[in-house]
């Protein structure tokens, strides 16, 4: 059983069909990239994950249960994490705390014992800390704990996003450009960090892209989509090679 799967999955804006018929597997420890050109309907597809959209057609399954019809904070509360083409940050607090309020729903210490500071609430808060340090340290972010996020460089603050979204302690996570606006130094550490997740974590990755050296290099399967449709599947070497992308990324016949 795939751990996330969509079957016969669309939506439509009036009368605009932004997806049609995505069917799309995500096996448990699996790296696998959602591409295609601009306007393809990649986002459109997180959104409907995170139930951000509620689908027009079709189902969406995790760990073999339906999903559809949640709402966002229980999607997240049932294992999906995600970050955004533009970075989400708590901009105005510290790096430690937007880590720590994404752990904030596993948090298990009665009401009482947070008003009154007793041990379990002191235990807890202890246990949270040295998480999330541990999260920043993943990133080689400990060293900025204190710093507000908007001080971050930019590169930072999208380490800081997906470090935000390990703190939910997901079975997926969904990237969202995370190399957009990147450095190639940048890009290249961002990419031993995702292996680093990949080995660390129980945990499958789908992202969205457009740095095709980026994708080529990390993921295990790619999808591609072209105004709403699936056009082409398989293993990097395969989608580098099919003519149907090719078209598609530079436009003429298939031929």
């Not at 019809?69 to 430690?96: C, E, M, P």
């Not at 380490?159 to 703190?167: I, N, T």
Request: some cysteine; aromatic content about 6%.
């Amino acid at each position: 059983m795939a751990l996330l799967e969509t079957r016969d999955l669309g939506i439509t804006f009036g009368g605009l069909q932004a997806l049609q018929h995505l069917d799309l597997s995500l096996e448990p420890r699996e790296i696998v990239g959602l591409i295609g050109p601009n306007g393809a309907g990649k986002t459109t597809v997180f959104n409907l994950l995170t139930s951000v959209y509620p689908p027009t057609t079709g189902s969406i399954t995790l760990d073999g249960v339906s999903i559809v019809g949640k709402k966002t904070y229980q999607i997240t509360q049932l294992g999906i994490a995600r970050t955004f083409q533009n970075i989400r940050l708590f901009k105005d607090i510290s790096v430690i705390d937007n880590v720590k309020i994404a752990m904030n729903a596993q948090m298990r210490y009665p009401t009482l014992a947070g008003i009154l500071r007793l041990p379990s609430y002191r235990r807890e808060e202890q246990e949270v800390h040295s998480r999330a340090m541990e999260l920043l340290g993943i990133f080689s972010l400990e060293e900025f704990a204190q710093s507000k996020a908007k001080n971050l460089p930019y590169g930072k603050q999208r380490k800081l996003e997906m470090a935000r979204a390990l703190a939910a302690n997901p079975k997926v996570l969904l990237l969202d450009e995370p190399a957009a606006g990147m450095n190639p130094t940048e890009t290249q550490e961002l990419m031993e960090t995702i292996s680093l997740i990949h080995r660390t974590f129980d945990i499958a990755i789908l992202l969205i892209e457009h740095d095709m050296s980026f994708v080529m290099g990390i993921c295990q399967r790619l999808v591609v989509l072209d105004y709403g449709k699936v056009i082409a599947r398989g293993t990097p070497e395969e989608i580098q090679k099919n003519p149907a992308v090719i078209a598609a990324y530079l436009g003429g016949d298939e031929e």
